[in-house]
């Protein structure tokens, strides 16, 4: 009976990884998840299905166009397209259980039928973290969020990184002091002056506001140089004064002095004026964080704060500040520019290659190993010793123990050093010590 | 404008747990997760949704009843099921880059449309290892897969389970030894045994073998007693001669010989003819778990070895042999049987506690305890002391650390241990050196 052949393949749009690029990748989600963790954040595991009225509450826009819906009976079902929906759904759901402030981190997949190109993906993983008050929450918490992502990156290799900050009030303030309604609108075009350059910015400009003093006065506002410092100092010296403009200054001058308690060097943040977050969720203080030496992966984490988190599923206030990273796309972006080292990811330290088919001094000598702490493997399979050799290879496994006949006999184990090739003769209790040492 | 507040609710057969719960739960991944790589099991992550013409090359049966489709533009997509057809695809697809033989795990969701009861659920996290080989796999990795079962069990802290082992082909063999040929039915009948008990197997067997004396036969052969050597000399001793027979009995020997070798001790597994898995899938060795004191459980972690992995999509011989562990399922069992202890799994060791709204000094705390690997949090809000003690208390957090104006002063910090009460005025020095030797 000859079985029919599918081609084995996966939809466009979906990332798939190597073992190895996997470990990498781990390593990455990783990384956050300790970091996370270690500022106190809980982790949370909601549903990748919820139904499709919770998951919709807040409909409109593009994203309810992306979303993928399924049915079963007459229950229908959707895809969660972010993790802040479910958020919101489970803070609301289980308000009497939660101690607030709620700080949760939340690390997984979420699906969004988006066009098919490159570095889009349709399904990848976010990494949310977010406080969540209980009518009212600390300032202080904006200035803690930074310092967590400051921790990530640092960790994972870099120096030359910028967590730009702004608050939402200042720019809404300053536009209402000009008189500017469409200050949403005014918003969304400032926030793509990186993109798409000042010129067309002005031209942009010209729908909603009329004379080109206004412009010049805006433009002016939003390129603003300066320290952090000068900055808030520009600010407090600003002739706008209505109860919106002073309220956001306020609060970056808090956020600016904690974010300095919390240990993030001046290099890595900066107060940014252009940086408004298109989304009208964000009500207050807004983070962009770019890669210096990388500018062309774009925001590599943002997040802001909000007044409400959950008005379509309780009367309560619950106002919060979160930040996300887009690990799919950030670790895509990693390979493009051939940042993630695969060479020397191996989980295992080192590989027993047994020469005959006798496995038990191997197996002997893997347990000792085991027992100390080093992660290793045993090649169980026959065949040729090169082919053996082949495997450790390809899987960048740093060191082999060979064992042969004369091995046996003496009680010893053949140590080779995968990357410069020596090998020493050595007891098993020496052979712990070399790895261990390393 | 009021808002449309929808109720926030799960679907029924979702799990989803408190933030206490899931740093339980994550608990238990990493354990699984940690030992399977620290046996070199490499990691994959496979899309959640596939091609509908993949995950169903292999048609019939429940399992296409249970399964959630969904539909975007031409394309029919599915929602895995299991996680060994992905890993089918993905061996078939990425053959030329593989290292072979394959260990890789993968923890994941898979997804179910179950009937709707009591601790089953229909969206769960499967926990697999395999080993595949290349056209040939060696018998020894059948002994290996035991002994990462072995670990994670001690590691969560069990003393008393028993791996149960058994090999199809013994069971096959035998029974075609006695000219019975609906032996994959009577093999299904066999494994009820322990749940329906040894009169209704008679009963049901009656269908499928004529003679009494038959029945007799096979009753006594999967119910026989003693050590595992004594069941090996048993089969040794057998007058059975058909090749399927004598096939099974030499790798099951050769199993019971490295399993020993890899360290399993003599009371955490056991030879039981009883056990074949209902699957046609295996095709000698097989694997079920159990928990001595929680039988009510169920078998914990099954598998077992099949002859060709991905016949659906590649016509090479890919022999396996895997494990899994249904971690959903066992975490609801823990839970149910409060095995979990969830009042000592703060993620963090100790939360300051400013007693006024200046956190500098509490903020440099933080940083000081952070750099000397302590996990800490700090309080941001305001509000009246004890309310500070009880979010603590709620969160179980083992210390707190209170910071009022006499502290600041002295430059001091209050430690108080939440279990016993007990409270002591040191320096950030000293409070570290008590939090570390714990």
Redesign the interface.
Known sequence: MS?????????PG???????E??A??NVYDVIRRNY????F??????????S??LL?KTGGDTEKQI???T?GS?E?A?RFDLTVPL???V???ME?????F??YQIG?V?R?ERNQRGRF??FYQCDVDVI?NG???I??DA?IPSTIYKIFKELGFDNFKIRINNRKILDGFLRSLNIDNYIEVLRVVDKIEKIGEAKVREELEEYIITSEGIDEVIKFITIEGSNEEKIQFLKNSSVTNERFLEGVEELETVNK?IK???IPDKNYVIDFKITRGLDYYTGTVYETFLDDYPEFGSVCSGGRYDDL??????KKLPGVGISIGLTRLFWSFMESNIIDLDSNS??DV?VIPMD?D??YG??V??QL?QSEI????Y???GKFAKKMK?AN??AIPYVIIIGEDEKTSNKILLKNMENGEQQLVSTKECISILNSR
């Open positions: 079985t029919k052949i599918t081609k084995p393949s996966i939809l979906f990332m798939e990884l190597t073992p190895r996997q470990v990748f781990n963790e270690s500022f106190g809980l982790p949370i595991d909601t549903p990748i299905i919820e139904k009225e919770v509450a993928y819906t399924l079963k229950t079902m895809l919101a759904r489970y609301a759901q289980h259980e939660i101690a607030f402030p700080k949760r997949k699906y039928g349709r399904e008050g009212a929450l600390s202080v918490n803690q904690y308690a919390f240990g959950a008005q379509f599923y309780t009367d989980l295992i590989l088919e496995f038990d197996i002997e893997c347990n085991r992660k290793v493997d045993i169980l399979e026959g495997y390809k899987l």
